[in-house]
Every structure is written in structure tokens, then in C-alpha cells.
């Protein structure tokens, strides 16, 4: 029998691969809407609902999964919700209107809900509680990988097989990953690895529910929802959208070079987020002072991004845009400080409502930032002065929720 110091090593890389499937999917739409357009005739608004469509579903999915993830544990959640996902991505490869390519989307934000916090929850089980910081902060960096295969690696697979055959290809991998882990993952190891490790909680009602009472009642649950919801929120609204038209129509600079800043982002926090696990971990071991700085960070560098001008030169703008991803990266820290502020045997449900708030967070942003803009500027809703505006109202909530944040309990890793 394989010993456990062995098989965590196994589960571990297998259910982060389901997270960058996620990722994979959050971002997918960007690079086949041209094909869209071209097939099916679809309007920007169906693109954007069609995008919208995950992101909904993603994250009214974590309130069920709040209440089963600690009761079924995370390797039937993943396993069950990943095999929907696959299905999702078939009735997308098949749809024939704007409809049926939504409820594949639909079907794909169900199937990857579980994905991050069943993650988290895996580690909680199998990993000393002073190793969960470094290794959720190297889940989130991994999970990275996915926006990047969701651009260039997608475009090559679209172009030899077109956009139908390539989301069937990517089904067929979701359905293999989903099966190799259910096969492999087991919710807990043989041996306890400490205090923090709990047996599942049961699927009774009234347990849940009290469990989930006793989360709500919780001000720190709050405070970091709050802080999880504006920090990438806006992260994800200026990587996935906002930056874009601010660098192309108001900066002056080139598509490619634009791509290239937006990719830069992502580096940054593929760079940071292992760090700042290991800074919290090992070095300060400390998580509200890790967020509140990154909050605060973050609002600096949108904050110098309205002091750009067109001639700042591309080695400004490149400096920028990768301290903006990187800084972002200590938000990650929020699910550390969250599960160490409830009761182990509610992490997965304090971990999953977070990420409720997370991923509305985005859809917030997205369209309320977008709705200001034409708003406030309906004659250049992407001039200068537009961006200068969204800029500093963004950098003032982060700046706002980092006050808040300091309201919350510090918590220290334990072996």
C-alpha cells in the first residue's frame, strides 16, 4: 500500500489540474468569439452573456457546496460536478444558438465550482496546517496556467480542428481528469496528519445548516468576503476586460503589446502568490498583515496607472502591470485566514462562501464598471479621462476595504 507521504504528493498535482481546468474555462470564450460571430451571428451582448454565463453559475453553485463539501467530501463533490462540466463542454461544442452555447456555459460554471475549494479542502486534510498558505498560494499560481492555455495553446488547437472539435477534444480530457481522480483521490489519509484534520460532517440538514449559522454569524466572515469580492473583483474586471481598451484606446499602444502588458499581469501573480504563501507561512507568519498590504499595494499601482501618458515608454508600462498582478497575489491569503478563523470541520463551507463572494465580485465589476463609463462619459466612455476616473474609484475601494480588513483577528500557522 502506497504511504500516505507518497499518495498526498499524487492528489495533490491531480486536483490542481482540475483547477487550471477551471481557469481554462473562465477564459475561453475571448479567442473563439471571432468564430462565433461568424457561425452562429451572435450580437455582443449574446458574447456577453454567453462569458457572464460561468461566472453566474460558478458562483451561485458554492452555495450548496458551502453546506456539502465538508458533509460528502471532496473527492465525490469534484469527481460528481467535473463529469457536468464535460457534459457542459459537449452541449457547447454542439450548440447551434446563443441559448444552447449558454447553458453549456452554465453547465461548465456548475462543473468547475468545487474545483479551488475542494483543492483547499484536499489540503487541509492531508498537509500540516503550516504548509496550507504555501500550498494554496501554489494552487492559485498553478491555476494561472489555465488563462494561459485559454489564449495561444487555445488558438492553434481552434485553428487545426475548429472551435466545435477543440471543446469536444477538451471534454474528453475533463472527462478523463475527473475519472483519474476519483480513481486516485481519497477525501483523508490513514494516518492523522494533526488536530486540523476532520472526518467528514454528514449530509444531515440540521448540521449543515448550523454549521453554515455558525459562519454567518462570524463579523470576520464578512469583513473578508468584502475584502475577497473587491479584490478580484477588480483584479479580474482590469485583467479580463478594462485593461484592454485602456492600453489599445487610450494609451495608443498596439494589440500585441497590449497582450503582452496583459500577460506580464498574469506572470506577476503566477510569480507572487507562491511568495506570498512562503512569507506568510514561514517568514512573518502572519495573514491580515500579508492582505491588508496587498490591498493597499494594489490601490497604489491603479492609482499610478491614471498617471500614465501614452509616452511613458513600454519598460513603465511593463513594470506596472506586472507589480499590479503580483501585489494582487497576496489576496490569495484571504482562504488561509478564512479557514483558520472558523472550526476545521467548516473549512470547506467558510473556504466556498468566500469564494461566492469572490466570483460575483467579477461579475460586479465587470458590468458595473462598464455602466459607469458610459455613464459618466457617454461621448468617450474609453478616453483618458474615463480610465482616470474607474481607476481611482477602484483604488479607493481597495483602499477602503484594506481599512476594514484591519478589523479582522490575526491568525499564525501551527504545526
Not at 450548496?64 to 469527481?79: C, E, N, Q, V
Request: proline share 5%; with cysteine.
Amino acid at each position: 500500500m502506497m504511504p500516505d507521504s507518497v499518495k498526498r504528493w499524487i492528489i495533490f498535482p491531480i486536483a490542481c489540474l482540475l483547477f487550471v481546468l477551471s481557469q481554462f474555462y473562465r477564459s475561453s470564450i475571448a479567442v473563439i468569439t471571432p468564430d462565433l460571430i461568424r457561425d452562429l451571428s451572435v450580437s455582443p451582448s449574446g458574447l456577453s452573456l454567453i462569458s457572464a454565463a460561468f461566472f453566474y453559475a460558478f458562483a451561485l453553485t458554492q452555495i450548496p457546496i458551502s453546506m456539502y463539501l465538508d458533509g460528502i467530501g471532496p473527492r465525490i463533490a469534484m469527481t460528481a460536478l467535473s463529469l457536468v462540466a464535460a457534459a457542459g463542454a459537449l452541449v457547447f461544442a454542439t450548440g447551434h444558438s446563443v441559448d444552447l452555447l449558454v447553458a453549456g456555459r452554465v453547465l461548465m460554471g456548475i462543473g468547475m465550482a468545487c474545483n479551488l475549494m475542494g483543492t483547499l479542502k484536499l489540503i487541509t486534510l492531508w498537509f500540516t496546517p503550516l504548509r496550507f498558505a504555501t500550498l494554496s498560494a501554489l494552487v492559485f499560481s498553478l491555476g494561472t496556467l489555465g488563462n494561459l492555455v485559454a489564449a495561444t495553446p487555445l488558438v492553434v488547437l481552434v485553428q487545426a480542428l475548429g472551435w466545435r472539435q477543440a471543446f469536444m477534444v477538451i471534454g474528453a480530457a475533463n472527462l478523463l481528469l475527473a475519472l483519474l481522480f476519483y480513481l486516485i483521490a481519497r477525501d483523508r489519509p490513514q494516518s492523522a496528519i494533526g488536530s486540523d484534520m476532520p472526518a467528514a460532517t454528514g449530509t444531515n440538514a440540521q448540521t449543515m445548516l448550523s454549521g453554515l449559522g455558525r459562519l454567518l454569524r462570524e463579523k470576520d466572515y464578512w469583513i473578508i468576503s468584502l475584502g475577497t469580492f473587491c479584490r478580484y473583483g477588480i483584479f479580474a474586471a482590469v485583467q479580463a476586460l478594462w485593461a484592454g481598451p485602456f492600453l489599445i484606446q487610450a494609451m495608443g499602444i498596439t494589440p500585441v503589446s497590449a497582450g503582452n502588458l496583459l500577460l506580464l499581469m498574469s506572470i506577476g501573480l503566477l510569480v507572487g502568490s507562491p511568495l506570498c504563501g512562503w512569507l506568510s507561512d514561514v517568514v512573518l507568519r502572519k495573514r491580515k498583515a500579508i492582505v491588508v498590504t496587498g490591498l493597499v499595494a494594489m490601490g497604489l499601482m491603479l492609482a499610478l496607472f491614471t498617471r500614465l501618458t501614452p509616452d511613458a515608454g513600454m519598460p513603465v508600462f511593463a513594470l506596472l502591470f506586472f507589480s499590479f498582478g503580483f501585489v494582487s497575489s497576496a489576496g490569495n491569503i484571504m482562504y488561509t485566514h478564512i479557514k483558520e478563523r472558523m472550526p476545521p470541520a467548516n473549512a470547506g463551507a467558510a473556504m466556498t462562501g468566500i469564494n461566492f463572494f469572490t466570483m460575483i465580485g467579477v461579475a460586479v465589476f465587470l458590468q458595473g464598471l462598464g455602466h459607469l463609463l458610459q455613464l459618466r462619459h457617454p461621448q468617450a466612455a474609453l478616453g483618458a479621462a474615463a480610465f482616470t476616473e474607474l481607476f481611482l474609484l477602484c483604488a479607493l475601494c481597495l483602499w477602503a476595504t484594506a481599512a476594514a480588513y484591519l478589523m479582522t483577528r490575526e491568525t499564525t500557522p501551527h504545526k
